[in-house]
């Protein structure tokens, strides 16, 4: 059973062929750990009995040493 | 439940388009035959209406929903386990009691636990706070980033679903100000229609910003100049790739 979304294959149709300087950027998946956190997502397994908001402000608590200034997170169990 | 960090806090508005997986658990008030039960499941299936319950952050007037999928887990005496695929904003206590209704004997909800949201599964790793803790004790404490390394998935997985768009180079650092993408910056590109959320990517795979296609993919294809995407939020900082002119 599938989400209309879920596993969507996209094909790429190239309109011309160019390559990319690797002086700068950098491909997700070589980022350091400081960039992956920037960029970076947490599937939170939300202890029950507190609110989300609760749990994205002790996460963002945790990632505090890192100078995390945002947190945000998706979507409540009000539904 | 996804928490976003940062730049990808951004991305955040994008995910309501997926739809959500829900386990939920049924109490019925008087215990039924099963084979109506089932009925009246699949009844639930499809395109619903459904009144917003009366403390809820929405207006209060019918709206109609897509249920994609349902199905029960399980069935002990009045409680029935199952497990339900749902468009965004369908409120599932709210499916239980109608289903109640239908049945005639009524029933609420006594569990809910979200499962899916868009792309994001329960499968995919999930961390609790105590595995954060951990991990950024690992870390800082140890040097040793391996678990960090494990609770963090990356922007470009959660939106993996939007169509993209690849640009030169050259084209990066100008989206980063917010300007628009115009025709000759683009490389490669996937199917998408005028108005859809397009996402901005480098030929590197990094995301830079989101924005709505102006023009159709296969115009993009024709065409020779204009604005190609309107970028509407930007993701990457400023300077991560050279200014236009820097780049020869």
Not at chain 1, 5 to 26: A, H, M, P, W
Not at chain 2, 33 to 58: A, C
Not at chain 2, 228 to 241: E, R
């Amino acid at each position: 059973m599938k989400l209309p979304l879920e596993n969507l294959k996209q094909e790429v149709f190239s309109i011309r062929d160019e390559t990319t300087d690797s002086s700068y950027g950098r491909a997700p998946k070589d980022r350091s750990i400081e960039e992956r956190i920037n960029y970076g997502f947490i599937l939170l397994d939300k202890p029950a009995g507190i609110r989300s908001k609760t749990a994205a402000y002790i996460a963002k608590k945790i990632m505090a040493v890192f100078a995390v200034k945002k947190i945000g997170y998706s979507g409540t169990l009000e539904n | 439940m996804p928490l976003a960090i940062n730049n990808a806090t951004k991305v955040l508005p994008v995910l309501l388009f997926g739809g959500k997986e829900y386990i939920a658990l049924m109490h019925l008030h008087k215990e039924i035959d099963e084979q109506l039960l089932r009925n009246t499941f699949n009844k639930f299936i499809g395109k619903i209406t459904q009144l917003p319950p009366v403390r809820s952050h929405v207006k209060r007037q019918y709206r109609q929903r897509e249920i994609y999928y349902s199905d029960i887990l399980e069935i002990n005496g009045r409680d029935v386990l199952f497990k339900v695929g749902v468009e965004s904003g369908t409120y599932i206590r709210k499916l239980i009691h109608d289903m109640g209704e239908e049945l005639e004997v009524g029933a609420h909800m006594s569990e809910l636990r979200r499962t899916k949201v868009s792309t994001l599964s329960e499968r995919d790793s999930l961390v609790t706070l105590q595995d954060l803790d951990d991990a950024v004790y690992f870390y800082k404490e140890e040097n040793d980033g391996r678990l960090l390394d494990r609770c963090l998935g990356s922007i470009e997985s959660a939106i993996d679903f939007l169509p993209k768009i690849f640009v030169s180079d050259t084209a990066v650092d100008p989206i980063c100000h917010g300007s628009p993408l115009a025709v000759p910056g683009a490389v490669k590109l996937t199917e998408f229609e005028k108005d859809e959320t397009v996402a901005i990517m480098t030929l590197k795979g990094e995301i830079i910003a989101l924005g709505k296609a102006v023009l159709s993919a296969d115009e993009i294809k024709t065409a020779k100049k204009g604005v190609a995407i309107k970028t509407d939020s930007v993701i990457m900082n400023v300077g991560t790739y050279p200014p236009y002119k820097k780049i020869k």
